[in-house]
């Protein structure tokens, strides 16, 4: 069976798009997860002052559309010379986006871990970052999870986005092909069809390590 | 002085939340070996003397000892080796929910004591053992009851080897058919000479264990003596009475 020229196109474009996508969803989940950690469990249990900063990153990234965000890190920051390729501008934006809805996440699973823990902990001569470390945050990580995962399928959709600093993935590809064909209505389906392989394989990976995180007494039953 | 008598010494201690004062000047002394028991009606400060007593609540003025030696509160060092020596048993077990009941008692081991792998499961093998939980070190506390998890609680705070344990009404969470397998845990852990405070109203503890009973009230230490002296026939002391009244109320007799 042979394509027609258009769907060559197509799929030649949103194939390189998808790895182009790929390529910005992972160090930005990752490094989401990451930032997320870090900010929720400095905003929980940092000195007064690192709270503070914590909070006004939190509020600042979670209170501006990550349209902004893009535009300033990609057009903006040159203003102070820092250059940042498309890709880069559009990582560290999603990262840190991402990263301020993750330490949301984690800042509510850390509140929700009982006193008696970290009294365990310490009275076995635990110092404080060890009882966040290894009783804490493995905890609240199994409670967290839900919520962070949720976050990362949504980092999968706003992902599209990193084509407005000429970032060229999945939407911007399939775009340029629909500019060419005029055919919009089956480029921009074809593009969904993507996401939803995209968003499907991610859903399959989360539920895996839900799996493998869990511990009797924490998980869906208990919300 | 050379020898010091006391293993642990604490010296008026004071504790406050806001305007709410707990703690009012409390001492108290313990020798190698001794068992104290704390008794007195619930709000009159025992759990937050156990507390202050390992600094998992700072006190906000008075001492601690031991061997003679005074614990410099402010410094972390000091504290983080301070809850070494001195196990705590909480009411509420705080079991790691997250950690099988053998992790549970090797985390510590290999986190703070930095012991090998193998070395901390050994060690945490025997303490299981000790409480009669040796088939049960796979089981996540959700999985266990009650008993079975304080007893997990024992064998996690005694693998320090901690020279002082802390007690903090042990049975109290548990159903009445499950207090006897703690107990008789406490039991042979005095039996071996351990050194304890604990607050309790189980009469059978006081009364088998006990060598000196300290009566607690609104943050002071109203009464002590033996069980003898406090509890004997006849006594009219406050500590009779209110055991007394203890035992009204779930039908058991000393
Ligand atoms: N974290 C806290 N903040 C404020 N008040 C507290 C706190 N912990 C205990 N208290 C108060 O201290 C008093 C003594 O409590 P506690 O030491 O638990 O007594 P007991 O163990 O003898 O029942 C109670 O009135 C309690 O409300
Ligand atoms: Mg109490």
């Known amino acids: ?223 | 002085m050379t020898e010091a008598k006391f293993i642990l010494e604490v010296d008026t201690l004071n504790k406050s939340y806001g305007d709410n004062t707990i703690l009012k000047g409390v001492s108290l002394t313990l020798e190698e070996g001794e068992i104290k028991v704390l008794i007195g009606p619930s709000g009159g400060g025992k759990s937050t003397l156990l507390q202050c007593i390992n600094c998992l609540v700072a006190p906000d003025s008075g001492t601690i000892s031991m061997h003679g030696k005074e614990i410099n509160l402010k410094n972390k060092k000091d504290l983080y080796q301070l809850r070494q020596r001195v196990g705590m048993i909480f009411q509420e077990f705080n079991l790691f929910d997250h950690l099988t009941a053998l992790d549970n008692v090797t985390i510590a081991l290999r986190k703070v004591r930095r012991m090998d792998k193998g070395a901390a499961n050994k060690r945490a093998m025997f303490e299981l053992e000790q409480v009669g939980l040796g088939d049960k070190i796979e089981l996540y506390p959700a999985q266990l009851s009650g008993g079975q998890k304080q007893r997990v609680a024992i064998a996690r705070a005694l693998a320090m080897d901690p020279e002082v344990l802390l007690l903090d009404e042990p049975t109290s969470a548990l159903d009445p058919e499950l207090v006897g397998e703690v107990i008789s845990v406490i039991k042979a852990l005095a039996a071996k000479g351990m050194t304890m405070i604990m607050a309790t109203h189980q009469i059978s503890l006081i009364a088998g264990l006990a060598r000196n009973v300290l009566f607690m009230e609104n943050g002071i230490i109203q009464e002590q003596g033996s069980p003898k002296e406090l509890l004997g026939a006849g006594k009219k002391t406050r500590t009779q009475g209110f055991c007394d009244r203890l035992s009204d109320l779930d039908g058991e007799g000393s």
């Open chain 1, 1 to 223: 069976m042979e394509l027609s020229p258009f769907y060559q196109d197509l799929l030649t474009a949103l194939n390189t798009g998808v790895i182009t996508s790929i390529g910005l969803i992972i160090p930005s989940a990752l490094g989401g997860v990451c930032i997320g950690i870090a900010a929720g469990a400095l905003r929980t249990f940092g000195p007064k002052p690192v709270r503070k900063l914590g909070d006004a990153y939190a509020a600042l990234f979670r209170g501006t559309p990550l349209v902004i965000q893009l535009f300033i890190l990609y057009y903006g920051l040159p203003n102070l010379g820092i250059y940042l390729s498309p890709y880069a501008a559009a990582v560290t934006g999603f990262m840190l986006c991402s990263g301020a809805y993750q330490s949301e996440y984690v800042r509510g699973a850390l509140l929700s871990i009982q006193r008696g823990q970290y009294y365990g902990a310490q009275a076995l001569g635990f110092t404080t970052f060890q009882t966040v470390f290894w009783v804490i945050i493995p905890q609240a990580m199994r409670r967290a999870i839900h919520g962070c995962g949720n976050e990362i399928i949504y980092l999968i959709k706003y992902s599209s986005l990193a084509y407005i600093v000429t970032c060229m993935e999945l939407t911007g590809e399939g775009n340029t092909i629909a500019s060419e064909y005029f055919r919009f209505t089956e480029v921009f389906m074809m593009v969904g069809v993507y996401y939803l392989l995209l968003v499907s394989c991610a859903m399959l990976i989360l539920k895996r390590i839900e799996q493998w995180l869990h511990v009797p007494g924490f998980g869906h039953q208990e919300g």
